[in-house]
């Protein structure tokens, strides 16, 4: 796999920034912080180990988006083990398949940058 795309392992090495906390003091919602770099991390391995990346390049999700979109490779990522598991409803499907196209099209050191904020 490029290096373009990373090679993230662990929720770890998903950017803090994904889901920016509001909450004040003290945060409450790290389970759901590391549930949402977890999906993240489940779509990265899917999209690579079905070599999908550079679709985001030549290909759009097509009316409805990632939540409704009948293109065989997106199906084979939302059905890859890693992320069927996670359980998505439509709309989390789309907002991880979003965040895995800024990887597809910008590459991983942009996510990086962009989202460790």
Not at 52 to 61: A, G, I, M, N, V
């Amino acid at each position: 796999m490029s290096s373009f795309f990373g090679n993230p392992t662990t929720i770890d090495d998903i950017p803090d920034g994904v889901h920016k906390c509001t909450c004040k003091d003290k945060c409450t919602c790290s389970s759901y912080h590391n549930q949402i770099k977890g999906c993240l991390l489940h779509a990265h391995q899917a999209l690579t180990a079905t070599s999908s990346w550079d679709k985001f390049k030549t290909e759009q999700p097509g009316d409805g988006g990632f939540m409704f979109s009948n293109k065989q490779w997106i199906t084979e990522v939302a059905n890859h083990p890693l992320v069927f598991e996670d359980g998505h409803s439509g709309g989390s499907f789309a907002i991880t398949m979003r965040f895995m196209e800024y990887i597809g099209v910008n590459g991983w050191d942009s996510f990086v940058e962009n989202w460790s904020k």
